[in-house]
């Protein structure tokens, strides 16, 4: 049973930093990627980035290319996305996701075969 839990999140101001952490477990299979989605309210669930755990191909969404880097340690299983030069809109309810499907471009919600259980982000002065 695949299992994938978040820590991290947080308040912080606006230009601050946070680190999220995705830890997986259950995976039969090493060619599997993991990634970060993001929900403000009232929105729909977007991807952020993702990296696959065997080969490192990363995405990363328009909005945070360039301030947001994500990052694996194949031997702990674990995902880590480090959030820079946070803004307002960045705030959301974070979302580790995990799955067998490709990081060489977009990636949709249904796509995704694990969900964690969400951890919240939020950038306010």
């Known amino acids: 049973q695949v299992q994938l839990v978040e820590s991290g999140g947080g308040l912080v101001q606006p230009g601050g930093s946070l680190r999220l952490s995705c830890a997986a477990s259950g995976f039969t299979r090493n060619n599997y990627a993991i990634g970060w989605f993001r929900q403000a309210p009232g929105k729909g669930r977007e991807v952020v980035s993702c990296?696959?755990?065997?080969?490192?191909?990363?995405y990363y969404a328009d909005s945070v290319n360039g301030r947001f880097t994500i990052s694996r340690d194949n031997g702990a299983n674990t995902v880590y996305l480090r959030m820079s030069s946070l803004k307002l809109e960045d705030t959301a309810v974070y979302y580790c996701?995990?799955?067998?499907?490709?990081?060489?471009?977009?990636?949709?919600?249904?796509?995704?075969?694990?969900w964690g259980q969400g951890t919240q982000v939020t950038v306010s002065s």
């Open positions: 990296i696959n755990m065997s080969g490192g191909n990363t």
């Open positions: 996701a995990g799955g067998f499907y490709s990081c060489s471009g977009y990636v949709y919600p249904w796509e995704v075969d694990y």
